[in-house]
Nanobody
């Protein structure tokens, strides 16, 4: 059973930076593709970023391009999301998700990910 545990969420000011971490256990991490999603109450999960199993390929939703960076350390079984210049409209619970395989055309759909963490909350004050 694969388990994902996120950390790093915090209350920050607009313009600040945060780095989220997601540690995986119970599986072969370097065979999983990983994604970050975020959700606010009453809304669906929103895709933020994706990284392939090797880290070679990454994708971002348009609103975070140039500000967020996804990376992974397959030795530490950890995926990271570096978030810079956070905006007041971006507070949310951030979840990491993993899957053994996701077609490139569908990386932004949460339905294609098998494993999910409980989430870490990011609050941005203006």
């Amino acid at each position: 059973q694969v388990q994902l545990v996120e950390s790093g969420g915090d209350l920050v000011q607009a313009g600040d930076s945060l780095r989220l971490s997601c540690v995986a256990s119970g599986g072969t991490f370097n065979t999983y593709v990983m994604g970050w999603f975020r959700q606010v109450p009453g809304k669906e999960q929103e895709f933020v970023s994706y990284i392939s199993w090797s880290g070679t390929n990454t994708y971002y939703t348009d609103s975070v391009k140039g500000r967020f960076t996804i990376s992974r350390d397959n030795v530490k079984n950890t995926v990271y999301l570096q978030m810079n210049n956070l905006k007041p409209e971006e507070p949310a619970v951030h979840h990491c998700a993993g899957s053994t395989e996701v077609s490139i055309s569908y990386v932004s759909s949460p339905r294609n990910y098998e494993y999910w963490g409980q989430g870490t909350k990011v609050t941005v004050s203006s």
